[in-house]
């Protein structure tokens, strides 16, 4: 079949699981705090939903955990280097945050730290030179962690205001640059992982509802603002909004399960999109919020602001699908959250059931949905490496992965998705977002490190490295030349 449309190949890191440079000026942000644990049933829990005194734990100096975030894989030291890898890939895009806490430590000063500004700079410039386009997310979980003590984070209507500061000091300087905008990455992770998405931190009875869904209303006005600030500066890239995506199926074909499926579909999956996307609260929003007792503060100005500043495409993490049902069944993880295993799929050590096919389900039922571009902004297996006393690395499993996922993406465009861009995860190795690890691994390049920070950080090429230059060699041979 002819190919329509091509598909730029692209990598990803977000700042907090990548930089590291925490000594240096930056402010203590919320993934800074978050410990690692060892690997029990409920350490992804524990270092997931934070509590005040873990704060307090973590702003002591003398606390005897360790902070992974802190060192992320030393990108801040690795930079030249890692960029130089992206480029013997053959990279089009690369996808990295902005550490809102390195450019302004507590998230309210009128100055940007200058040290912060010098190493964005680096980034920008070398990216430049290697002639990789750039996908921009301004926001990937960190927050500053006084904005979460003054205001409880996102759940404090300031935030909008201090986050557009920052924003605006983004487009000012580095905004001529930036093809891709993402204002916030996974957005509807703020529903099942409030600590991450919002900046909440657990009380005694856990979280609020209503507080959870004002923080992401602050988020969705916060996206508008940026959207519309970007337009009026005439910035030359486009803005996207992103979702964690599932791919829900019923267990069975028992009606009670398929219609579980679409409640827990509207609210987990499409409810921020839908906002982001179409400009207006969905038709379900009112009902799931009647039946919770949530009353959101939403002023008329907000509602026009988020129908006049829709995003221009739609991005999705895919990494996993998800199973429903009404009955008692066996569990597994998945990304942030827990489903029903699917007796159909294998899954990842993690638990992470692996669906190719979903991703191209979900391809089309994003775009039918939404009608925009759509961009895969995140893939890939978190797996465990070896690596050989010859520094190499035989990941064939992540190989097979990679394969079944990007046959999938093709196939979508080809059945008529206007997939633009397909990004892998942590294209460098960086720590887990999920549980702190550093053994769950997702890059094609290798740092040697291990999960209390011990190690040289060495980058060293895995097989999978070599997989993906060539293939993005012969993706653009078959598609440019
Ligand atoms: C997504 C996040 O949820 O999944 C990333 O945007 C994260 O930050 C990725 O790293 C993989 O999850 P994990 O928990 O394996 O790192």
Redesign the pocket.
Known sequence: MEKTMKILWGGAT?AS?YEGGFTLEKGLDTQDCRPYLPRTSNATEETRLLTREKIEEAKNEASKQYYPFRNGTKGFEHLEEDIEYFAELGLDLYRFSISWSRLFPKGIEEEPSQEGVAYYDKVFQLLEEKKIKIFLTLN??AMPIYLVEQYGGWKGRECIDHFLHFAAFVFERWGHLVEYWLPF??IN?GYFSPYNGVGLLKGENGYQLSDVFQALHHQFVASAKTIQLARKMNLPGRFGSMI?CFCYYPLTSKPEDNLKLVFEEQMNQWYCMDILSKGEYPYYAETFFKNKNIVLQITEEDRKLLKENTCDFVSI?F?TSSVITVDEADKTAG??VVSTKNPYLKASE?GWQIDPVGLRTSLHRVYERYGKPVIVS?NGL?ARDVLTEKHQIHDDYRIEYMKSYYEQAQLALEDGVPLEAFIA??IVD?V????CEMD?R?GVIYVDADNHGNGSYARYKKDSFYWYKDFIKNYKKENID
């Open positions: 977000a699981q990937h979980y990455n996974e992770a964690a993490s990494y990304n942030l993690w995140e978190g995860w942590g960086i887990s977002a999920g549980s769950k997702y």
